[in-house]
């Protein structure tokens, strides 16, 4: 059976500056304290996607990327690429029906960082970030990434647009707040809560 929902972060691993890596899935405090089976790397780049056997998706995003899921009948993971096939986002999504008797915390249609979407014919919930700015989305990504997942910052989709959080926690607004969150996931959140449905951030 697959679990009920994926957690999912990002982490930096090259050095505290450079996003030169990009990593998924989140386990439970204490289960995996060697982490030796709760991060996986993810493809940064089309080509890579493609030769992992990740599928196209179309439909799920209005930006000029193009999307890839992990495998055909799982829409939990997904990956979006610019026009040159360079990564610029992630989505990450539980699966409706596994969280139909749990709605006081899985439906986030109050959110506007939460979407429903259709993947592989089964509805989900959705959350998306970016790597790059809107404007660079627009514009056709990056023609050469640098082996740098982002650069300046973090977007998180919303049904409206986007919401920016800037890289220097220095720079966060009154609406982040010091969260007792599990340690893996790091102490810092947006308010609403977002650890809940991801991406966390740290
Ligand atoms: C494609 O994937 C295979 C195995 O997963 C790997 O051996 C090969 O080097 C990859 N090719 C490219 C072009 O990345
Ligand atoms: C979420 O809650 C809203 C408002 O209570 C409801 O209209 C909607 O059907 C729920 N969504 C899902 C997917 O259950
Ligand atoms: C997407 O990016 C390509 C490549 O830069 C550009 O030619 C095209 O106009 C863009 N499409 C949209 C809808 O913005
Ligand atoms: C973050 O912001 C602080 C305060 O403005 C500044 O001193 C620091 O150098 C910044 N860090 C980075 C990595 O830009």
New binding site residues.
Partial sequence: MKVVAVLLLIAATASAIEWADLLVKWSRSGEDPSHANSFFQMPRTKSDAINNSWIEVTGLTSL?LTVYCYEEGDGRVCLEY???GNIAGIQAAVLCSDVENVQSIYNRSNLNQYQIKTIFDEEYWTSTIYFISPETI????RSEMNGLTGTEGIWIRTTDGFIEIPRNVSEWDSAWTKEACVSEMGNLRLIPPYCYLVPCVY
């Fill in positions: 000029n610019d026009s040159y627009a514009a056709g990504g």
